[in-house]
C-alpha cells in the first residue's frame, strides 16, 4: 500500500487513542476461533464461541417480546392492516397500538425522515412513560429520539467538550462507551473509583477528592457521569446517594449525565431503580436548579433489542438557547431510525393490565426477568466460589465484574506475553473454552485489581455447562501458575 | 436558567459554528406555520405547507415499494413465517428472502447487535450488487452498514482530520452535510467551485486552482468529496470527466470521497451513471493506486426509505492498519440498525427478471422514476419562465437549484431585515404559499449570485398547483421590488 495517502501516522490521533474493549482483541480473537470451528469443528476443545463479551441478550437465544414485534412488523408494512387474514396472525391490541401510531405520523409514511427529535406523537407517548414511572411531569419537548444511547452519548459529549482542559468525571471502573466518546472528542476523563469493598459503593467523598485534583490541573469538570444500575459493576444506587450525587451536581455546577439504560434490570428485593430526575424533583428541584440528561435504550431492559437501535435522551435544565444548539446537532443526521423510535415509545408504553394481551406480555417479561435474576446469581456463586475471584452480586444490569488474584507466575507469564494480566487470563479462557469476557482493564480498575466482565445473558439451560467449564479452566489455570 | 452550568459560550464552539440549512431557520418558521394552521386552517393564505426543502419523498406520498416493505414486516417478525395465513398475505419472493436472510442471521436474531460492519450475509449480498452494478469485484470485508449516509461520512471526517490545518476539498453548492460534519470535526473547507454556466461543470483546472491556494495557506488537504448525481445540482458527470478526478486524486493523493446516493435517480437518456470504483478499475487502477470511499443510501433512488436510516460505505485502498482504525470507530458504535442493513442489502439485490414479483416491482419502480423525471422537467420549465429566473437542468438527484436575479430594492430589503436575500425571498415564499425551499446561502454558491434548492418530490398531481402558486408569488414579489 505505498501509495496511499492515509496511513496510522497521519489520521486523527484521537482515533488511535480511543479504546473499545467489548470489541477489541479478545473478541477479534474469537471471531476468528468461530471461522475456524466453522470449518473444522474438532479444531478447537469446543464446540462453539460464547459470547459473554456484550449485552447482547437475542444473540444468545432471548427471544423478542411479541408484542413489540407485531406491532414493530405492522408499521413496517402498514398494508397488513387493510388485509382480514391480519386479525388471525396478530393480537387485536398490536393491530390498534400500530394504527394508532400510524395516525401520529402524517401519510403513514414510516419511511419518511421525522422531525429531528423524533416523531412528535412517540415523544408525547414517551413522556407520559417517564410521568407514570416518576410521578412527576415530563415535557415531549425534552425527548430526543435516538439510534440506541451511544450518539446521544456522543452528542452531549460534542456539545460539552470544547479541548482538553474541558473534564468529564466518570466511574472507574466504567462502559468504555464513556472514554471513548471523551477521547473522540478531546476531553479529559476525569475517574473516580467506585469501591469495591462496599458493593462498587459512590462516595461523595471520592467525587469531591477527584474534582478536586482536576481543577488544581486546571481541568475545567462539565459533567458527572453515574451509570445505574451499573456497568459493569452491576449495583443499583440507593435513593439516599442519589440525592446526595444530585446534590453535588448543584453545589458544584456539574450536568448530570444518567444513564439509566438499565432501568429495568434490578434483580434484588432490597434495591429499586428511581431516576435521578424523580430524585431532583421529590427533593423540590426543578428544571432550574439541576442541569439533566437521562439516557435510555430499548437494547437493555428484559426487551434487549439491541439490533433495533432505538433510544431517547430527555434533556432537562437547559437553556433555550442551548437547546437549539443541541436540536442542531440532531438535525445534521435528519433523524433516527422511525422503528427504533417507535420501539422507544412500546418500552416506554407497554401493554397494561386489562388489555387483552397484558397476561402473555406479561408472562413473556417475567420469565425473562425472573431468569436473567437466577442466572446473575448462579453465576454469582460459582464465580465466589473459585480460588482467588471474589464477586460482588449483580444487583441489577447485565453483568459481574469478579476480580481476581492471579499468581505471580501468571502476571511474568503474561509480561512475558506483552499483555496485561486480566488480558492474558481472558486469551487463556477463550481458547480453552470458547467463552469470550472482557478483561478489567477495558473498563479501567484501581492499580493493582484485576477483574473481568461476564455477562449473565447465556440462556439458562447453559449456565451449569458455562460455569463447570469455566471451574475447570480456572483449576487448571492456578494449578499451571501456583508460585 | 440563571444557575445552569452550560451556555452558548461555554459549548464546544465547533457546534455553534456548524451550519445545516436544510432543517435551518426557514424550516423552523415552516414548523411554526403549520402549527399555526392546525389551530386555525384559516390564518394563512394556503392550507397546507409544502415541505420542499429536503429529500424526503414518503413525506410527500411516495409509496415504499412493496417487495422491501413484506420483507421487512417477516423479518421484524419472524415467527410469521410459521403460519399458513402468511402465504396469503405476502408474495412467495418475499417469504423466500426473509428466509435466506433470516437464515444468515445466528439464530434467526434481529434483535441482536450485529458484527460493527454489519451481518455478514448482507455484506456479501451488498458486495454482490456491486459487482453487478460495476463489472468488477467487490470484497464484503470493504462493505461498512451505517444507519444512512450520514455517519459514514462523519466516520470518515473524524478518521481524517487532525485541525484546522487538515482540508478537504468540497464542491459548492454542496449539501451541508460535508460543511458541517468538517465543522464538527475542526477541519477546513477547501471550496471548488461547479461552474453553473456549463450545467455545474466540474472542471480539473479550478480544482488545482484552490488545492494551491489551499497549500499556500499550509492547509493539508486530504480529501476530495464529489457528489454525483449532484446535491443541490442533479447534475450527473461524465466518464470522461470522473476519469480526470480520479487521475487528479491519485497523482496529488487525495482520499476520493464520493456521495453515491443518487445512483438510481438519472432522468436524462443523454447521461448515465457510473461508480467512482467501476470507473477507476476501468482505468487499470486498482486498491493500491487510489484510496476511494463510495456513500450509498436506502433513502434516496425510486425506494426513497429515509426513515429507515440504512446505507453502507464501500472503502478501498486502505492499509490493513487504517481499516483497523475504521473498524475500531464502527465497533464503538456496536452496529448499525438490523432493518436498514437488510433494506441496503434489497436496493442492491432488488428481485430480478424472472422472479415472480419481477413485474409488480418493476411497475412500481418505474412508476416512481418516470414521474420523477417528468416532475424535475415540469419544475425546470416553469422555473426558467420566471423573470430573472434560470434553472440548469435536473439530469438527477431530487433537486432543482435555480438561480435568481433580485431587483435591488429586494436586496436593500433583505438588508434592512437584517437577513441575506436568498432568505429574505425564501421565507416571503413560504409565508405566501406554503411552499418551503432552502435558501442557496445554505450550499454555497459563488459571490454575486442568489439561489434556492427545491425539490422535485411533490406528487405529480399537486405539480400544476405548486406551479401557479410560485408564479403567482414570483411575479407579486417581483412588482413589489421592482427598480
Redesign the interface.
Known sequence: ????????H???????E???A??GEIVILA?KLQEDLKNNPKSHPFDEILYCN?G????L?QK?I?FF??V???C??P??LD?S??R??FSADSIKRASQILSQI??K????????QGIKGLCDTIAAGIEARDGFPADPNDIFLT??A??AV?MMM?????SEKDGILCPIPQYP?YS??IA??GGTLVPYYLDEATGWGLEISELKKQLETAKSKGICV?ALVVINPGNPTGQVLAESNQQQIVDFC?KE???LLADEVYQENVYVPDKKFYSFKKVARSMGYG???I?LVSFQSV?KGYY??????GGYMEIT???P??RE?IY??A??????????QILASLVMSPPKSGDQCYESYSAEKNAILTSLAKRAQQLEHALNSLEGVSCNRAEGAMYLFPRIELPKKAVEAAEAAKTAPDTFYARRLLNATGIVVVPGSGFGQAAGTLHFRCTILPQEDRIPAIISRLTQFHEAFMKEFRD
Open positions: 500500500m505505498a501509495s496511499t495517502p492515509v496511513t496510522r497521519s489520521i486523527n490521533p484521537k482515533v488511535l480511543c479504546e473499545y467489548v470489541r471471531q456484550i447482547n441478550p437475542q444473540s437465544g423478542p411479541t414485534r407485531e414493530l412488523a405492522l413496517d408494512h398494508a397488513l388485509k387474514e391480519t388471525s396472525l402524517p401519510g409514511a414510516t419511511g419518511a425522515y421525522s422531525h429531528s439510534d440506541g451511544s450518539p456522543h460534542q456539545l460539552l467538550i470544547r462507551l471513548a466518546s473522540l472528542h462539565r448543584k455546577g456539574l450536568v428544571e432550574k436548579d442541569t437494547s434487549g433489542e439491541c439490533g433495533k437501535r435544565g437547559f437553556s438557547e442551548v444548539q442542531k446537532l438535525s445534521v443526521n435528519l433523524c433516527s431510525n422511525i422503528s427504533g
